[in-house]
């Protein structure tokens, strides 16, 4: 049972390293869709117009499909971890109808918490291939986050 333990271990440990190692060399692609993410066109006005009534926050799920999909890229033998590609699947492949004027927030917030969270697994992604020469044996927050979206942890 120990040796099946650590076994485990080491697998985990192994694709943790993988996943570091790519995330650092893709960095600088990574660092500049983040960038695009923070601009007026892809946060500032799809945010207002979600308080402004616009069909224009539906434009934001391109943004997020674009997040998830280089995040998906850096593991692609790793499936993303479920509670995130809910709330991913809940919040784009949605097509604007009058009818959803109705019922606003039922049909716009799952857009922008989608974004919010593949934005923010973005970041945790830049920020530790920065900072982190290898994976930590402590484990900060937003490290442990990533390694919970691509089930290492």
Same mark, same amino acid.
């Given at each position: ?13 192994? #694709?943790?390293?993988? +996943?570091?190692?790519?995330? /650092?060399?893709?960095?600088?692609? =990574?660092?500049?869709?983040? *960038? @695009? !993410? ?31 999909? #280089?995040?998906?890229? +850096?593991?692609?033998?790793? /499936?993303?971890?479920?509670?995130? =590609?809910?709330?991913?699947? *809940? @919040? !784009? ?61």
């Amino acid at each position: 049972m120990k040796n099946k333990i650590n076994s485990i271990m080491e697998e985990r440990l192994k #694709a943790e390293k993988k +996943l570091l190692a790519t995330a /650092k060399r893709k960095l600088p692609e =990574l660092k500049t869709l983040l *960038e @695009g !993410t923070w601009d007026h066109w892809h946060y500032e006005d799809p945010i207002y117009r979600f308080y402004h009534l616009s069909f224009k926050v539906f434009q934001l799920q391109a943004t997020t499909s674009k997040i998830v999909e #280089a995040l998906q890229a +850096l593991a692609p033998q790793i /499936k993303l971890n479920p509670l995130f =590609l809910e709330i991913v699947a *809940e @919040g !784009t492949g949605k097509t604007f109808k009058l009818s959803d004027n109705a019922d606003w927030m039922k049909r716009t917030r799952p857009i922008l918490e989608a974004f919010f969270h593949a934005q923010h697994m973005l970041l945790m992604v830049c920020k530790y291939a920065e900072e982190l020469p290898e994976p930590p044996q402590a484990l900060p927050s937003g490290w442990a986050t990533v390694l919970y979206l691509y089930g290492l942890r």
